[in-house]
């Protein structure tokens, strides 16, 4: 299984930016984040195919958020900028490692290693 190692995350004022990161140590096919704040679900904020496809977006975050791929490695940074105390929560990152079609990328089932999660705190 591969293993996820988060950074960044913390707390920030409305409008303000903060980035994570995430480092897998073996091969991906997807990577996403997720968060989950009190009494939600969790769901899926952004995703990217590791070997050619996407970015994919949640709505709520369309436009604000960016993912991106460090050079060819198995590493991503979430870029969050225009923070709104609505995205205080839990943030996670996720990799599918199967060689797998038909992704749904923001969905959670679809994924098969998780990191531990990062606490995201936007004060307004």
């Known amino acids: 299984q591969v293993q996820l190692v988060e950074s960044g995350g913390g707390s920030v004022q409305a409008g303000g930016s903060l980035t994570l990161s995430c480092a897998a140590s073996?091969?991906?096919?997807?990577m996403g984040w997720f968060r989950q704040s009190p009494g939600k679900g969790r769901e899926g904020v952004a995703a990217r195919h590791m070997r050619g496809g996407g970015p994919y977006y949640d709505d709520s975050v369309e436009g604000r958020f960016a993912i991106s791929q460090e050079n060819d490695k198995d590493t991503v940074h979430l870029e969050m900028t225009s923070l709104k105390p609505a995205d205080t929560a839990i943030y996670s990152c996720a990799s599918l490692s199967r060689v797998v079609e038909d992704v749904s990328p923001l969905s959670e089932s679809e994924y098969d290693s998780w990191g531990q999660g990062i606490q995201v705190t936007v004060s307004s």
């Open positions: 073996g091969y991906t096919w997807y």
